[in-house]
């Protein structure tokens, strides 16, 4: 196999893993809201965070895939960790948010699974590409 497609492999083999892991590891951040100064979340709210993801990459996928085919898959590709790094970033600060309340943490962190819905389906189409 050629270099590229050892490099594609693993990048999409890392944005899986990646968001797999982060939607495991909200799932435990949730759990342990209430230790650390927030609500009890049900498990609704959990699963309405993990359909945020799906339901985001599902919808904005054809649209990425054919910006992609109409710029360049490398320009759109870059799009996709910008907005998981952005993601990550924002789900790191939210301890610090319930300073402002409860309702704006759970706001930013389905925000986060939207930005991560965005970044697969940025990636995935321009991957494929």
């Not at 990550?88 to 930013?108: E, F, K, N, R």
Request: proline letters at 5%.
């Amino acid at each position: 196999m050629d270099r590229s497609i050892h490099a594609v492999l693993i990048g999409t083999f890392t944005l899986r893993l990646s968001t797999g892991l982060t939607g495991s590891m909200l799932a435990f951040y949730l759990a342990h809201f209430p230790e650390h100064g927030g609500p009890e979340v049900s498990g609704l709210v959990v699963g309405l965070f993990a359909a945020t993801f799906y339901l985001t990459e599902l919808v904005l996928s054809p649209i990425f895939g054919v910006v992609a085919d109409r710029y360049g898959h490398h320009r759109i590709m870059l799009f996709g960790p910008i907005f998981g790094a952005v993601a990550v970033i924002l789900t790191g600060l939210t301890p610090l948010l319930l300073v402002i309340g409860a309702t704006t943490v759970l706001l930013v962190l389905a925000g986060t699974r939207i930005l991560e819905g965005a970044s697969s389906a940025a990636s995935v189409p321009a991957i494929l590409g």
